[in-house]
């Protein structure tokens, strides 16, 4: 609106300096020239305001008065002056301070994410992989970067590789496995050589330990399946009974075993297998989870939000606090999504 008032301005204007051409100096000529010209002057005005930058526009109503005084009293030199004025307050700034902002290109889309070198995050090497369409070169430095990590935490990710597309995924990431699994299958026969060459038995109750461990780091690295699986977990209990014949008094196999059932949902015997590790001397604070465990899968709930009521803040690793919160009706988004 205030643009469209600069039509009428310019008219009166013409109109007040017609009055002044070629007539005589009388009083009543100069005041119909002030009257016209003051008319455009507060008609130019509003117009002016509407082209200035927000920051010289503000008091409004005070420089609404300024542009009107400056019109009127100095028609053209101020018409010069503002625009002068305008263009250095525009451009001296530029001049004296930085940009924040900056153009840049528009990023190129792509389908994989892009690496420099070869180091990987674990967020970032489960993108890659999972991600056909990417460059098998970048997959497979990804996949070669899983080989020194433990096997629990990427034997899900290798095994679902075992039926990718490409065939050098497929062959490297079977390849990654079954390495980790022939390891400790060499490790249990240099143990079951300790064991047949004991000659007591606390030596024979190590040696049965320790293949029980063995067998049972198969089973939680995910390094076998199906029957393999069962035959490990049977070897779990086997030894663990034979060091139990010779001492009861090891809370660490208590605890190995009640693990075990617990992940084969063997309710009875992962509860009886708690109870004994307490009893020989097993922290609570490292048992609470595993007890918590088992009241929820007897639906016993009332039971798992006591015992994680009962546990320190910072008495537990990271994953077992996440779920001390989430107990204890404490947890948010960001904990939930972690």
Not at 214 to 233: N, S
């Amino acid at each position: 609106m205030a643009p469209k008032l600069a039509l009428p301005a310019i008219g009166f204007e013409a109109a007040s300096i017609a009055l002044l051409v070629g007539r005589d100096a009388r009083l009543s000529t100069l005041l119909a020239y002030f009257a016209l010209h003051g008319a455009a002057c507060l008609l130019i005005a509003p117009a002016i305001l509407a082209l200035l930058p927000r920051r010289y526009a503000e008091p409004r109503r005070w420089v609404l008065l300024f542009l009107f005084s400056c019109n009127f009293f100095m028609p053209l030199a101020s018409l010069v002056c503002g625009l002068f004025g305008m263009v250095l307050g525009v451009w001296l700034p530029a001049f004296s301070r930085e940009r924040d902002y900056a153009s840049v290109e528009a990023p190129r889309f792509t389908t994989h994410r892009n690496h420099e070198g070869t180091g990987f995050r674990g967020g970032q090497v489960r993108a890659q992989l999972g991600n056909a369409a990417a460059p098998l070169d970048q997959r497979m430095k990804a996949l070669v970067a899983l080989q020194d990590t433990p096997a629990h935490a990427t034997g899900e990710l290798l095994r679902k590789l075992l039926a990718d597309p490409a065939d050098d995924i497929r062959l490297l990431a079977y390849g990654i496995l079954d390495n980790k699994e022939k390891a400790v299958m060499a490790r249990i026969r240099e143990a079951q050589l300790t064991v047949d060459a004991a000659r007591d038995d606390t030596e024979r109750h190590a040696g049965h330990k320790r293949i029980a461990e063995l067998y049972f780091e198969l089973i939680y690295q995910d390094l076998v399946q199906g029957d393999m699986r069962r035959f490990a977990a049977d070897q779990v209990r086997s030894h663990i009974g034979t060091a139990h014949r010779i001492s009861q008094d090891d809370a660490g196999l208590w605890f190995m075993l009640a693990r075990l059932e617990l992940q084969a949902r063997n309710i009875d015997a992962a509860q009886a297998a708690l109870e004994r590790a307490e009893a020989a001397g097993f922290a609570h604070a490292r048992l609470a989870p595993w007890v918590a465990e088992l009241r929820f899968l007897q639906g016993r709930h009332d039971e798992v939000r006591r015992m994680f009521n009962e546990l320190p803040p910072d008495a537990t690793l990271p994953a077992v606090a996440a779920m001390r919160r989430y107990w204890r009706g404490t947890d948010t988004p960001r904990d939930t999504e972690s």
